[in-house]
């Protein structure tokens, strides 16, 4: 089996900043891109960032020079560095991987159980 664990979500002021993590384990073999969603009361589940194997990044327009994506492929992590948060960043944020297991030929897509990121004006 395989999980995905997030961590740093918390309360922050406007203008603030905060760090996710998001670890991976289990019977991993490999993992391709790993990245972080998130949904607002409300609103559909939306892209934040994503990083791949390279390390080529894409972010969502709303958090462009604002929120960094990094992977430490050794220890099957990625985390998220949110800058000048604001108030529309408030959501659940999640942590999503394609991940090959042992024994796969193809990845499977999971999910993380989702950390609160609350940003208060």
């Known amino acids: 089996q395989v999980q995905l664990v997030e961590s740093g979500g918390g309360l922050v002021q406007a203008g603030g900043s905060l760090r996710l993590s998001c670890a991976a384990s289990?019977?991993?073999?490999?993992?391709?891109?790993m990245g972080w969603y998130r949904q607002a009361p409300g609103k559909q589940r939306e892209l934040v960032a994503t990083?791949?194997?390279?390390?080529?990044?894409k972010f969502a327009d709303s958090v462009k020079g604002r929120f960094t994506i990094c992977r430490d492929n050794a220890n099957s992590t990625v985390f998220l560095q949110m800058n000048n948060l604001k108030p529309e960043d408030t959501a659940v944020y999640l942590c999503?991987?394609?991940?090959?297991?042992?024994?796969?030929?193809?990845?499977?897509?999971?999910w993380g159980q989702g950390t609160q990121v609350t940003v208060s004006s």
């Open positions: 999503n991987a394609y991940i090959y297991q042992i024994f796969f030929t193809t990845p499977a897509n999971y």
């Open positions: 289990g019977s991993i073999f490999s993992i391709d891109d």
């Open positions: 990083i791949n194997k390279s390390g080529n990044t």
